[in-house]
């Protein structure tokens, strides 16, 4: 199919952040054309006073919970997950299958093309994301083997996973081990050993609440991070979640090694972790960060527009500065970082790139419409629902806020 | 004329904050019955599967600046008014009615159905209240002579406008000193002359920076509550806006007086104020806890069902406790605490009160809609685009997300 979207405001995100009025033109799942475009296509797009976008990305997320939002709200993490593992023990393949397209649905409605998944079952998601065509980076969730609620050796079922969806073009299959409290120095190092094997990324709760540091110093005498970095788990393809209570020594263990961050300031403010990721000494060091939702059942959205303005605010509220963050910093975080950290040619509008797109129609929020003033719109006036077209690797999915390809109410 | 709304999920905030799966029956501008209804009706609203909530009250905007947004992003507080100062000298009444347009559009596109404004020109304002059909309390802004770009004497701007409006049936007429860096101590009890002559409210911003605390203790050995207390300002008719840096002594001095509170999340994170208005405290001594956007400038945008969420979210974090805040209570804020604080006939769903009403179409974030949940979604998943209808004072100015005096695009 090709497609050529018409006159809209484009943020390129590419290297020099440009802003152009114009066209993109799309062939196959390719951006192939950007500019002032004379071509037929068979699908016509009129962006006219709207912003086109490259596709956001959620670099963590619990798609398959999602129909369990609003079960465990103004509790703390510990009581959460009482909560959510009574749930879960009741719930079998088809819940899992129906969450995940509650949430996949709401995330390509609000201008999310792909989303980083952990969970157990992801075979269940994959199929979702196949059935509604949203690019999943899928992280079969490990755990001890003696905790497990899965069916089998949670380490195998995740090589099988890797195995069966590997070539894949829509989903590409990871690894994510839990967390520290949930997974021995034998559990980190092999499923580290199976992403090696396999190329795959690996993705992991790190120090999301003091609980977590304060037990595990208890345990090993080290803080999380540190014991990572100890025993060799640290690395490039990892993607690190929370990382919310950190030492600038943990800091600088994550950036010797490269690590991705995926901070979720929503989940971490609604869960009341308390504190804030440092996120000043973090950038300072070099580290690209990401945003995620977490699942809806600690967010209870999976809108990545309203993620980015709490990102921004939080760190402005917590340093009593204004300007320790700005709009366009969080915009990378939620595109081009997002990205780089996946190794997908995705998250900016240039030539040769993957055709994950979104349009927005700025209206009642974002208006006056003006070059200016389009970034600070997307990060603090937008939401998700702004969001008109969404397109994944070439295909329009959300047409005029509908699914293309669902009937009308 | 008369409306049904048929079979929705009605969020009542009534005394008992009874939910309850039903019709809402409205004649003119007041609802009359509720309950499973037979009746004929000039306009029938199908509300299957849709939240019916009272109208949302914005206690603190400053909407003439709403055409604003985006030119002064990421700075203090400081930086944040030179700017803002330096662009309004430039504007004239035709600049302010054409912001006020935007954003009493956005808020009626969102969902709130009255809100307390605070400027110059509010005879501008008034009238694009009414050409729009939104309920405004308007706050003629008053500050020391020698300070103003108004016209003439600011209290004799604001008692005049009073004068004129305060038998309006939209708009209500009060009077807003700026603040205490602005306002002389004759200044502040003049317009509290002003305000009991004519029997109106008055709204100012409070000890909304350190900074201000600070320059204030300096001047006067007083912080700003405490030496309001002595010059006798505090009062019940007075709307307290930001209140964010208090003593415990502070927030008995405003209890005593059962001053009113506007809190303002957002803006106060996004202009990185720092800490966070003392909402556990202020709750333990009884005061009237409402919400407000504060201008799309410092927001940036008018949509309060975001508020909410960032309301209940910043204390929970600052508190790094998730219990600090629920849901029911962040709901109570935004309808009936702020019907309360306005002495208006509203803020709930009950016979008898003014029709003030919005519907609420929870896709794609609010599934699954079950009665446990609703008010968790209404906070933590839902933003103002979710809005369908918005009927104010009995008449539907919103249906289906669309202004009904205005032809589709």
Not at 172 to 194: D, F, G, R
Not at 266 to 283: D, F, I, Q, R, W
Not at 300 to 317: G, I, P, Q, T
Request: with cysteine; proline share 2%; aromatic share 6%.
């Amino acid at each position: 199919m090709s497609i050529l979207i018409k006159n809209g405001w484009i943020v390129t995100q590419d290297g020099k952040r440009r802003i152009i009025n114009g066209d993109v033109y799309i062939e196959e799942n390719l951006i192939v054309d950007i500019g002032k475009i004379k071509v037929e296509a068979e699908y016509v797009i009129d962006a006219t006073n709207r912003i086109v976008l490259p596709g956001l990305i959620n670099t963590h997320t619990h798609v398959g919970m999602t129909d369990m939002r609003g079960l465990a709200d103004d509790v703390s993490l510990d009581n959460f997950l009482q909560i959510m593992w009574k749930e879960e023990g009741e719930r079998g393949k088809e819940d899992i299958y129906r969450g995940a397209i509650l949430g996949i649905k709401e995330m390509l409605r609000t201008g999310t093309t792909t989303f980083v998944d952990m969970y157990s079952d992801e075979d269940v998601i994959a199929r979702a994301c196949k059935d509604l065509g949203i690019r999943g980076y899928l992280g079969w969730a490990v755990v001890d083997e003696e905790l497990t609620t899965q069916e089998g050796d949670p380490l195998k079922n995740a090589e099988s996973f890797i195995r069966e969806y590997r070539d894949d073009d829509l989903v590409t299959p990871l690894i994510a081990p839990h967390a520290v409290y949930t997974c021995s120095e034998e559990t980190l190092l092999k499923s580290q050993e199976i992403a090696e094997k396999y190329g795959t990324l690996i993705t992991m709760h790190i120090s999301e609440t003091r609980r977590e540091v304060y037990d595990h110093r208890k345990k090993t005498g080290m803080r999380p991070v540190e014991w990572l970095s100890k025993i060799g788990f640290l690395s490039e393809n990892l993607i690190g979640v929370h990382l919310v209570w950190l030492t600038l020594h943990e800091i600088k263990l994550l950036a010797e090694r490269d690590v991705k961050v995926s901070h979720n300031p929503t989940s971490n403010m609604k869960l009341g972790n308390g504190g804030a990721m440092p996120l000043v000494e973090m950038l300072d060091h070099g580290l690209t960060i990401t945003l995620g939702t977490d699942s809806a059942v600690s967010n209870n959205n999976l809108d990545m527009f309203e993620v980015m303005k709490f990102a921004s605010l939080l760190h402005k509220n917590e340093r009593w500065d204004a300007s320790v963050t700005n709009a366009q910093m969080i915009v990378d975080f939620a595109t081009i970082n997002a990205a780089k950290a996946l190794g997908l040619n995705a998250g900016s509008i240039e030539e040769g790139k993957l055709a994950d797109i979104i349009i927005m129609n700025p209206e009642p929020s974002g208006i006056p419409l003006e070059k200016n003033r389009l970034i600070s719109h997307i990060v603090y006036s937008l939401n998700g629902l702004n969001t008109e077209y969404t397109i994944v690797n070439g295909k329009i999915i959300v047409a005029q806020g509908k699914f293309l390809n669902e009937k009308e109410d």
